[in-house]
């Protein structure tokens, strides 16, 4: 039976994870991973200040479903089924050791050892007490209560041709995943709960970017649902034009802007899924598309909700119930569709700060075929070569027309899918003087037309692209001549 349930799909971030769940429910302070590369004898260990267990509270969190997932629990508590503290081991190794002490008690320590049952000459569920001295690095540090899980023969971990520096990485992976799964205890001026992996404290990592000015958010909508009430909130993340290189690269999480897109469901503020769209969608399934990276929305639910919701015993997947789809399909459509324009539109403002429109070079069109897009013939740009093109014209608007029927729609979504990053617009990353050599024959066109250089300027504000440019627009002469 052990073995088997060692393929329940954990990961060693899930894993780790779940043993952190224990210690949360504990009321620890802090927890302390240890990575300790060995080889084959390598060992991870997870140490807390929480209440700690004495010798028969142990002795019954040790064994597999202990309590049943039916019974009432409280609104703190992380666990369901029993099973998280042997599961998640198991997964990752076939020694799990847990020490604990409560206050006012001495330290008990018991072990599983799979090896010793796979040997056994009976049927019988052996759990080895073992002295805290064969935990080899035992809680010294303990002044009055806590627990130390720690995993040896790390055979689901440690497999042939895996180094240190695959260990290593393996720690940077579970840093990154506790960061997420449990930001809304990390974070804050004076925290809940200090996590640190050999000894350096992990940074809560925040999908939301709730701090940045940037952020689109909705009022929280409260949802009435079997167990309680599930409170949802929508988020539009900045266009990366807005963000900073470290911001853009902290920002796409620990799977890509793409992936983390969807609803972000928490119960007790313990992250259970992180970016899904819980199989809603109207006629379909929605998929993780690129227009919709932007999107991510919190989902909170009780543990009361725990049956209605399907939650798995790895705490990794939720569905939602009947009940709350279409409230649920409503909200994630709304948000769907605002980080759609604000991905469409890169990052631009459709309006300037004193509410005029900006001139926009294309324009989407709705038709009974679909989609179309086509330049606008009266951008400023495109307007002063037709008023100038004289016997030209038509030759300049079937230009033109070419280039509207030859975009390449299909190879830009596909190098931007596959690419993960929008193609290269708005003249970023060009030198000055390479906008200057379009701004300034524009601005000329102008003045020709008899505007003074105040409203030219004013118009090249308004027009795209050089509504972003307001420095360089703010910085063409009066006098024409200057540009020469």
Same mark, same amino acid.
């Given at each position: 039976?052990?073995?088997?349930?060692?393929?329940?799909?954990?990961?060693?971030?899930?894993?780790?994870?779940?043993?952190?769940?224990?210690?949360?429910?504990?009321?620890?302070?802090?927890?302390?991973?240890?990575?300790?590369?060995?080889?084959?004898?390598?060992?991870?260990?997870?140490?807390?200040?929480?209440?700690?267990?004495?010798?028969?509270?142990?002795?019954?969190?040790?064994?597999?479903?202990?309590?049943?997932?039916?019974?009432?629990?409280?609104?703190?508590?992380?666990?369901?089924?029993?099973?998280?503290?042997?599961?998640?081991?198991?997964?990752?190794?076939?020694?799990?050791?847990?020490?604990?002490?409560?206050?006012?008690?001495?330290?008990?320590?018991?072990?599983?050892?799979?090896?010793?049952?796979?040997?056994?000459?009976?049927?019988?569920?052996?759990?080895?007490?073992?002295?805290?001295?064969?935990?080899?690095?035992?809680?010294?540090?303990?002044?009055?209560?806590?627990?130390?899980?720690?995993?040896?023969?790390?055979?689901?971990?440690?497999?042939?041709?895996?180094?240190?520096?695959?260990?290593?990485?393996?720690?940077?992976?579970?840093?990154?995943?506790?960061?997420?799964?449990?930001?809304?205890?990390?974070?804050?001026?004076?925290?809940?709960?200090?996590?640190?992996?050999?000894?350096?404290?992990?940074?809560?990592?925040?999908?939301?970017?709730?701090?940045?000015?940037?952020?689109?958010?909705?009022?929280?909508?409260?949802?009435?649902?079997?167990?309680?009430?599930?409170?949802?909130?929508?988020?539009?993340?900045?266009?990366?034009?807005?963000?900073?290189?470290?911001?853009?690269?902290?920002?796409?999480?620990?799977?890509?802007?793409?992936?983390?897109?969807?609803?972000?469901?928490?119960?007790?503020?313990?992250?259970?899924?992180?970016?899904?769209?819980?199989?809603?969608?109207?006629?379909?399934?929605?998929?993780?598309?690129?227009?919709?990276?932007?999107?991510?929305?919190?989902?909170?639910?009780?543990?009361? =909700? &725990?049956? %209605?919701?399907?939650?798995?015993?790895?705490?990794?997947?939720?569905?939602?119930?009947?009940? #709350? !789809?279409? *409230? /649920?399909?409503?909200?994630?459509?709304?948000?769907?569709?605002?980080?759609?324009?604000?991905?469409?539109?890169?990052?631009?403002?459709?309006?300037?700060?004193?509410?005029?429109?900006?001139?926009?070079?294309?324009?989407?069109?709705?038709?009974?075929?679909?989609?179309?897009?086509?330049?606008?013939?009266?951008?400023?740009?495109?307007?002063?070569?037709?008023?100038?093109?004289?016997?030209?014209?038509?030759?300049?608007?079937?230009?033109?027309?070419?280039?509207?029927?030859?975009?390449?729609?299909?190879?830009?979504?596909?190098?931007?899918?596959?690419?993960?990053?929008?193609?290269?617009?708005?003249? =970023? &990353?060009? %030198?000055?003087?390479?906008?200057?050599?379009?701004?300034?024959?524009?601005?000329?066109?102008? #003045? !020709?037309? *008899? /505007?003074?250089?105040?409203?030219?300027?004013?118009?090249?504000?308004?027009?795209?692209?050089?509504?972003?440019?307001?420095?360089?627009?703010?910085?063409?002469?009066?006098?024409?001549?200057?540009?020469?």
């Amino acid at each position: 039976m052990i073995e088997a349930l060692r393929g329940l799909g954990y990961t060693t971030p899930t894993a780790l994870a779940d043993i952190i769940d224990n210690s949360i429910a504990a009321s620890a302070k802090r927890v302390s991973l240890t990575f300790s590369w060995n080889g084959a004898a390598s060992r991870i260990s997870v140490q807390d200040d929480g209440a700690g267990m004495d010798a028969m509270e142990l002795d019954r969190a040790m064994r597999l479903g202990d309590r049943s997932p039916l019974e009432v629990r409280a609104s703190t508590d992380l666990g369901r089924f029993g099973l998280g503290l042997k599961t998640a081991s198991f997964s990752q190794c076939r020694r799990l050791t847990v020490a604990s002490r409560k206050y006012g008690t001495a330290p008990s320590c018991l072990r599983w050892d799979l090896d010793v049952l796979a040997n056994s000459s009976d049927d019988g569920w052996h759990l080895l007490e073992v002295p805290l001295e064969a935990m080899n690095g035992r809680p010294d540090s303990w002044t009055d209560s806590g627990t130390l899980v720690v995993w040896e023969v790390l055979d689901g971990l440690v497999t042939s041709g895996f180094r240190e520096q695959d260990f290593l990485d393996m720690a940077d992976t579970v840093e990154q995943h506790l960061a997420m799964v449990f930001h809304r205890y990390l974070e804050g001026v004076n925290p809940r709960l200090r996590i640190d992996i050999n000894g350096r404290a992990i940074d809560a990592w925040d999908p939301f970017l709730t701090r940045h000015p940037a952020t689109w958010s909705s009022p929280m909508v409260p949802l009435r649902q079997d167990g309680g009430w599930a409170e949802v909130q929508s988020f539009v993340l900045p266009h990366k034009d807005h963000l900073t290189n470290d911001e853009l690269e902290s920002a796409a999480g620990p799977e890509g802007w793409t992936a983390q897109q969807g609803f972000y469901v928490y119960r007790n503020h313990r992250l259970l899924v992180a970016g899904s769209w819980l199989g809603l969608g109207q006629g379909r399934c929605w998929t993780k598309e690129e227009a919709h990276r932007l999107a991510r929305i919190r989902l909170d639910i009780p543990n009361s =909700s &725990d049956a %209605a919701w399907k939650i798995d015993i790895r705490k990794s997947t939720a569905r939602p119930p009947v009940s #709350l !789809r279409l *409230g /649920l399909t409503r909200l994630a459509e709304d948000a769907r569709e605002r980080a759609r324009r604000v991905f469409a539109h890169r990052g631009q403002p459709v309006r300037t700060s004193d509410s005029r429109p900006v001139a926009q070079a294309w324009r989407a069109e709705q038709f009974a075929g679909g989609m179309r897009y086509s330049i606008d013939q009266n951008h400023p740009a495109v307007r002063n070569v037709l008023d100038e093109a004289g016997g030209l014209t038509p030759l300049v608007r079937a230009m033109l027309r070419v280039i509207e029927e030859t975009v390449p729609v299909q190879r830009i979504w596909l190098d931007t899918t596959e690419g993960r990053e929008t193609p290269r617009v708005g003249f =970023s &990353d060009v %030198a000055p003087s390479e906008i200057l050599s379009v701004l300034e024959p524009l601005y000329r066109g102008f #003045l !020709r037309k *008899g /505007l003074s250089p105040a409203s030219a300027r004013d118009r090249l504000l308004h027009t795209e692209p050089f509504n972003n440019w307001p420095g360089l627009v703010a910085a063409l002469p009066d006098n024409p001549m200057e540009l020469e």
